[in-house]
Each structure stands twice: as C-alpha cells, then as structure tokens.
C-alpha cells in the first residue's frame, strides 16, 4: 500500500499526482471515516489560492456528499481561518485545499479535526486504507449530503483575534507595518486585521494569485528582497511575511534585519512564560534559545518529533502555554492549536507595545546560538536499523551527555547539541548541529556524520 499522507497533508502536481480522481477518491474515503461514528457529518470546505483551487475542493466535496456528508464551502481562505471555523461552528470536520510554500504547479489536501487540530496520522492512516482499499459506503439517492456556501468565516476569525490581544494598548502605539502576502490566502485577512489594531500598513503582493507573481511563496531571504529593503527606507516599525495558505510567518525587523524562524519563536516563548512559566512546546530540531529563555522564566520544555500536528496534540495533553515550529509556525493555546500567522502579527506587536520595544531590541535580547545543517544518504530501508545502531554506539560514547530518540538520534554534547534525524520523503538523514559556536557546531556535525555514515555502510 502505498503512502498519500505527508508531514501535511497530501500534496502533489497538479493533474499528475495531485488529480480529479485522488481529490475524489479521498472524499470517499474521508466520508466513510466520518460516517462510521457520526449520521450527518457536517464538513467545512475551504482553499488557499491556486490556480486548481476549485476543481480539486469540487471533486472533494463531490466523493464526502456521495457518503452522505453535508458540505459548507467557506470560500478562499488561509489555513488557520477554516481550523478556526471548524472549531467555532461546531462542524464535524473540515478540508482545506493547499499546497502551503510549495511551487505554483501543486496543490494539496490537509484534513481538520472537529476540535480545529490537523488530522492525527492515526485518522489519515485510516482514511488512506480505506482509499486504497476503496472501501467505500455510498448512500443511496435519497441521502447524499447538501452542498452549501457560507461567507462569514473571516470575520469570525479576525473578530477571534481581536477578542484575545489588547486592541486598544496596540492601537496607541500607531505602528507602521509592512506586509508581504505572497500573493496567498492572507491578504484576504492580514490588512484588514493591522488596519482594525490601529496599525499604517504598507502593502506588497496581497493580492491572491496563485501564479504567486510577486515572488516564490515560501519566505527565506532569497525571495524577501523587496521587503527587507522597504523596511528601512520607509522607516516602519516591522516587515511580515506570510507563506501561501498564511499559517506561517516570518518577520523583519525596523533595521531590515531578516528574523530567523526560531528567535520569534522563543520570543513568544519568552513572553508566554514570562509571568508564571509553565509548559512550553517545540520540535527536537528547534533551537536551544528556546529552552534557555522558557528555563529562564522557571517554564518547563517539552520536545516533540517533527509537525505542527504533533506539537498541538502535545499542547494540549499538557495544557502548555506557547508551541510552535522554528519555521514561523507559532502555536496560541489561549485561540487554538494550530500554526497561525494572524495572530503571530498580532503578538508580536502586542509584545512590542507591553514592553515599549522595538523588534530589533527584543530580539537582541534573545540568546545566540548558531546552527549547521547538512545531509547524508541513506537507503530508506536501512534507516531503522541505523538510527537503533547509532543510538546505542553513542549511549557508550563518554562525550555524549544524553541521547534523545524521539525523532532520530539527538546527542547532547558539552557546548552543544547534534540531530541525525531520517528524512520522511527521501533516502537521507538530515543533520543539525547547534552551538554557541559556528566552528564547533560544523565540528559535530561532521563528527557525527561521519560516524553514522559507517554504520549505513556496514548495515
């Protein structure tokens, strides 16, 4: 059997991979599911901008009603907008058809929980078994769900974030704001919402547009050029940069400085745990600015395998204040679990407020660390073995402080840590090595690497 469901979602070229017959067959599919425990699942349907937007999210919706779903199509919307209807409206289930900062050529199907979480990998093995077996429970003529349009779903959300940030301390400070959409499904949401916090927004590619005519969607520094030299030059208070389906974003600062995913991370980090510490929650890859600021605050860290989905759940079995990703995915418990780029706007510029500080200045505030990443290859059938080997060979290792087998190997040393961790779609471990140090983190990786590399060569 083979495998459809990724780190997020299924994702694919459209009208290869990515097709008519899959988005149907998985609508089936994900309708069975959803019929096994519920009589009339009422399902949420939504889109980011691309060009295959409507006949995927169309055929979709065609295989969940042949089952008996009735579906509500709330328009084109980010990601985290539809998780938030979901949730709010009590809908049983919701689809939202993106491809995320993937290249204008895919599109892809992600699947949210009745609680607005993204599927867990237990529900979509299950949808996939039930696809690949074609499975399926069609209704007769007399019960095939309804297909209806409901247009309220971004104001609902914005009206979310509005109610949990404080409007009126934000709305004094006047902030000058320059927003990069990307041409994606946030600027639908973004300007409106700087515009309701009292905010000046310039604005760049907030048109959607899924030829992403502005610049490729996924934001490094690379496709950023116009914003980090706008920043300056209109001598804002900030730049933002969402990703295409808006889950994700990524900030400059009033220098033009470019900020890494993981020192906003921590900054969030810092401030949520700032009062009373508590549970902070972030991937095994994230970097140690994180622990060291939430340790700081007497919060306690918990490290998860990689994917926002896992984050959440872990979130929420622990009641933490903050989580999130190092790639601009920030998780607010007190809205909802999942990666939200709105609300990251609107806490970074409340924190920006309560502190009376620039962004250039919290961030200085935030440890440096520098981390190295590389790769090695490593057939995906030997990379059990090798990372069960590896584990044990550094568990005698003297050097080696403490081994963390939650998503590959992670060996923390004195000065700092290393990650072999196995990639999901390709034969390769992925390596990261972090230190205070550039030079040493490049020395352990190597170190590492090399030594794993023997093992995938005697396995």
């Known amino acids: 059997m083979g495998k459809l469901f990724g780190t997020n979602g299924i994702r694919g070229v459209v009208n290869q991979d990515m097709n008519t017959d899959l988005a149907l067959g998985i609508g089936k599919a994900w309708g069975t599911f959803l019929k096994k425990s519920i009589k009339r699942p009422k399902v949420a349907i939504g889109t ?16 969940l009603m042949a089952t008996g779903c009735d579906v509500v199509d709330v328009g084109l919307v ?12 009590g809908f049983d289930s919701g689809v939202i058809i993106t491809a995320s900062h993937n290249p ?9 929980a009745s609680d607005g979480t993204e599927f867990s990998k237990e529900i979509e093995n299950k ?19 309804n297909f209806s349009q409901w247009d309220g779903a971004i104001d609902l959300y914005i009206n979310g974030i509005l109610n949990t940030v404080d409007v009126n301390l934000i709305k004094s400070k ?60 209109l001598k804002a208070d900030l730049g933002v940069v969402q990703d295409g389906d808006a889950d994700r974003a990524i900030f400059i600062d009033e220098n033009g400085i470019f900020i890494g995913g993981e020192k906003t991370l921590a900054l969030v980090a810092k401030y949520a745990t700032k009062q009373n510490g508590g549970i902070a929650v972030t991937p095994v890859t994230s970097s140690s600015c994180f622990d060291e600021v939430v340790q700081k605050n007497n919060g306690k860290v918990i490290h998860t395998a990689v994917g926002s989905p896992i984050v959440a759940r872990v979130m929420i079995e622990n009641n933490a204040v903050i989580g999130g990703e190092a790639n601009g995915g920030l998780i607010f418990p007190e809205f909802q679990y999942c990666r939200d780029s709105a609300m990251s706007i609107a806490k970074i510029l409340e924190i920006m407020a309560k502190e009376n500080k620039s962004l250039g200045q919290l961030i200085n505030e935030i440890p440096k660390y520098e981390l190295y990443t590389t790769k090695m290859s490593c057939p995906n059938d030997k990379k059990e073995l090798v990372m069960k080997t590896l584990a044990e060979k550094t568990k005698k290792d003297s050097s080696v402080l403490e081994v963390d087998e939650t998503d590959g190997v992670k060996l923390y040393l004195d000065g700092g840590w290393v990650l072999m961790r196995p990639s999901g779609t390709e034969p390769i471990f992925r390596v990261y090595a972090e230190s205070k140090d550039k030079n040493k983190a490049e020395e352990m990786a190597s170190t590492y690497k090399s030594i794993t590399e023997e093992i995938i060569k005697n396995s």
């Open 48 to 63: 980011d901008a691309r060009l295959s937007n409507h006949m995927l999210k169309n055929a979709i919706s065609a295989g």
């Open 174 to 233: 006047n902030f000058h704001v320059v927003l990069d959409c990307g041409n994606g499904a946030g600027g639908l949401v973004a300007p409106i919402l700087l515009e309701k916090l009292g905010c000046k927004p310039t604005l760049l590619f907030c048109k959607p547009d899924g030829r992403f005519p502005g610049h490729n969607s996924e934001p490094i520094p690379e496709n950023l050029t116009e914003i980090i030299s706008k920043v300056p030059v």
């Open 78 to 89: 980010p990601t985290p907008t539809l998780q938030y209807t979901v949730r709010s409206k």
């Open 127 to 145: 949808i996939e078994k039930i696809y690949f077996e074609k499975n399926y429970k069609l209704v007769d003529w007399e019960n095939v769900g």
């Open 104 to 112: 204008p050529q895919f599109n892809g199907i992600k699947g949210v």
